[in-house]
């Protein structure tokens, strides 16, 4: 099955609140004929556009290709939660690639975030960002755990906007019986997403970027020996010094050494009707967006305009299921049950790209063509940087590039007919465990 085409219409947004609040710009025509480029991008959320605006500010004449709407992916459909650090966090870093490189990639983390609020300050865009991301213990078990990370952080790296919350305060900001504490962090912020990439996509043809919508790439041709490299779509063939590919879930399987190390699945979230300034304050007390500590997570904020916005629910197939509102509301309810009587104004679904690590994989999968992808849920600030470093990769600064290649992102097991069905049972396990 075709993952760009099971669940969306050609040249349509999802029909999503996001959607409903933001202004896209173009629409822009496909790409046609003969192009010559530098540098040819290869997808149109996050990554790719923030490596268009970047490789374009360097100079570099650039093409960037999407295969249906700018910010249509993942990008415009996500949480928007905008959170420090690695999707790992920094003690189990440390084990894995030494104290060094997890501090080099703590200061990524921290610099992915202040990349994103300063592009959005510099677009002058409202992309309701709203400080403040509060990972929440819905089990006793995971006190301990939370403690000691909150201590970690503030006693190894000096990093004071993290606070760890006990029952009385986590309850006094989320209004859930569910949670039991948890840890407040004033670094990370939460945005509309939608806004924010179409806030990067004006940027970028400001920089002087060609844009092309309703261009799906066909082909790949990576440069051997010199020469350059060949992307080609229904109506075009783009010939480039250099090709970023920012697919992350939407790949299907277009590059071999990307389909086996990241792996598409699908996310859902609804929006509640306005609830009013009472009521969505007795939710979630200072506008904080929430993470909580179940494994098929949940994350949810509100709107400025008072709707609960909430995620939950994943699924391993292809296809979003027929009653996406059905499915994000069991897991609402089971959080906030005051919440019965709310309507859903709209649910949709969106697919993101995970890894076996839940790190980033970064690849160069030619000499000339580079590739950013499995962002594993952190992807609006760690998708941003991404293009950036891919950028100064092309630039001949590959060091914050390699640093990310070099992380450890095994394949998953089973190849592509059978890591669905095994990552299936894996997160029935894991959901089984949550409700213990």
Not at 12 to 32: I, K, L, N, R, V
Not at 117 to 126: C, F, H, N, P
Request: one cysteine or more.
């Amino acid at each position: 099955m075709d993952i760009l085409t099971i669940n969306d219409r050609p040249g349509q947004y999802p029909a999503s609140w996001y959607a409903a609040t933001a202004e896209a710009p173009g629409p822009f025509p496909p790409a046609e004929g003969e192009i010559r480029a530098e540098v040819c991008v290869v997808g149109g959320g996050f990554s790719g556009l923030s490596a268009a605006l970047h490789l374009a500010r360097q100079g570099l004449s650039v093409v960037l290709i999407e295969a249906n709407r700018l910010g249509g992916g993942a990008s415009g459909r996500n949480g928007g939660q905008v959170g420090t650090g690695q999707r790992v966090e920094q003690p189990e870093l440390e084990n894995l690639v030494g104290e060094d490189r997890a501090r080099g990639l703590w200061q990524l983390g921290l610099d992915s975030v202040d990349l994103v609020r300063d592009l959005i300050a510099e677009s002058g865009e409202d992309c309701q960002l709203a400080p403040g991301i509060l990972h929440a213990d819905h089990r006793a078990r995971y006190t301990p755990h939370t403690r000691a990370f909150v201590d970690h952080l503030r006693d190894r790296y000096d990093y004071d906007k993290i606070r760890f919350l006990d029952r009385e305060a986590v309850q006094g900001q989320v209004g859930s019986p569910g949670y039991v504490s948890g840890a407040l962090d004033m670094g990370g912020f939460h945005v509309h997403p939608l806004r924010y990439a179409f806030a990067l996509a004006r940027l970028a043809q400001a920089a002087g970027v060609t844009l092309y919508e309703g261009s799906r790439m066909t082909g790949l041709t990576p440069g051997t020996g010199g020469r350059p490299a060949r992307v080609t779509t229904d109506h075009a063939t783009i010939t480039a010094d250099h090709v970023i590919l920012g697919l992350n879930g939407y790949h299907n399987n277009i590059a071999a050494p990307l389909a086996q190390r990241v792996m598409p699945i699908n996310n859902f979230i609804a929006v509640t009707e306005p609830l009013g300034e009472a009521a969505a304050k007795a939710l979630i007390a200072n506008n904080h967006a929430v993470a909580d500590s179940r494994f098929v997570i949940n994350y949810f904020r509100l709107s400025p305009d008072r709707r609960m916005v909430f995620g939950g629910g994943e699924s391993y197939g292809y296809r979003f299921p027929a009653d996406i509102a059905a499915k994000v509301r069991g897991p609402m309810l089971q959080v906030f049950p005051q919440l019965k009587e709310a309507r859903i104004d709209y649910a949709w679904g969106g697919t993101l790209g995970i890894t076996m690590s839940r790190l980033p994989h970064f690849d160069r999968l030619g000499q000339n063509v580079l590739s950013v992808a499995g962002f594993s849920g952190h992807g609006v600030a760690m998708a941003t940087l991404a293009g950036r470093m891919a950028a100064q990769a092309v630039a001949g600064q590959a060091g914050q590039f390699d640093l990310m290649a070099g992380l450890p992102t095994a394949p998953f097991p089973g190849g592509k007919r059978l890591r669905s069905p095994l990552l299936a049972l894996a997160m029935l396990w894991y959901a089984m465990r949550d409700r213990l």
